[in-house]
């Protein structure tokens, strides 16, 4: 990619792969102080300001690196502090905890869906092109963000939500893999099959139906 195409993709990218990481967290820390952990309110988490949830890495120098490259596009916020253990009934309310990241990226995913619309709907105004790039980046940066969390590896989502429904035992067993579950996904996306990550197998065929299916509801 040349660099003025990369600063055109960076221009159309930088609001929604913004809004789509840092509000994933914020939507954690609302639910958690709903189910009665205080602790993101305290530290001043629960906002949508993105400057709070900001993560150098995660949130502008690997997006701009998967960009470059041309990549799976994903990144991620500094993580909402939650102390599951002061939540009222903490194994069951761990699943609406966990889930809130990935309705957030729902609910975004279908926003941008809307405005994709919107923007078909104005053929020759001087926003349409601009608004379709970014529809296009948010419904692909949420669905990506959604369809990840939701894999059942702790310490991602759908790790929390397996440990809230499974019985104790094997909850206990699965919680802990937490220590290893980052190294394990950094080696899904950097270990080759195929001539791709391991984790663009897993993550491109649900990556794609989730966007056909809001393709199909616009």
């Known amino acids: 990619m040349n660099f003025d195409a990369l600063i055109q993709t960076i221009a159309l990218a930088a609001i929604p792969v913004l809004f789509a990481i840092t509000l994933h967290e914020a939507a954690h820390g609302y639910a958690a102080r709903h189910f009665g952990d205080m602790t993101a309110y305290a530290q001043g988490r629960i906002s949508l300001n993105p400057l709070r949830h900001i993560d150098p890495i ?52 279908l926003f941008w869906g809307a ?35 939701l894999l ?28 290893y579950g980052m190294v394990i996904l950094i080696v899904l996306a950097v270990v080759p099959v195929g001539g791709q990550p391991i984790l663009s197998w897993i993550l491109s065929p649900l990556v794609s139906s989730f966007i056909r299916m809001i393709e199909t509801i616009f």
């Open 58 to 109: 995660g949130t502008i120098l690997l997006p701009l690196l998967t960009l470059f490259v041309g990549g799976i596009l994903f990144g991620w916020a500094k993580p909402v502090p939650v102390n599951f253990s002061a939540l009222r009934h903490p194994k069951k309310d761990m699943l609406w905890v966990a889930l809130a990241g990935p309705a957030a990226n729902l609910v975004m995913a």
């Open 115 to 149: 405005m994709f619309k919107v923007a078909l709907s104005m053929p020759g105004s001087y926003f349409a092109e601009p608004l379709l790039g970014m529809a296009q980046f948010g419904v692909t940066i949420n669905a990506i963000l959604l369809v990840l969390n």
């Open 152 to 179: 059942p590896l702790p310490p991602l989502d759908g790790g929390r939500v397996a440990i809230s429904l499974l019985p104790h035992r094997q909850s206990f067993q699965l919680a802990k893999m937490e220590p």
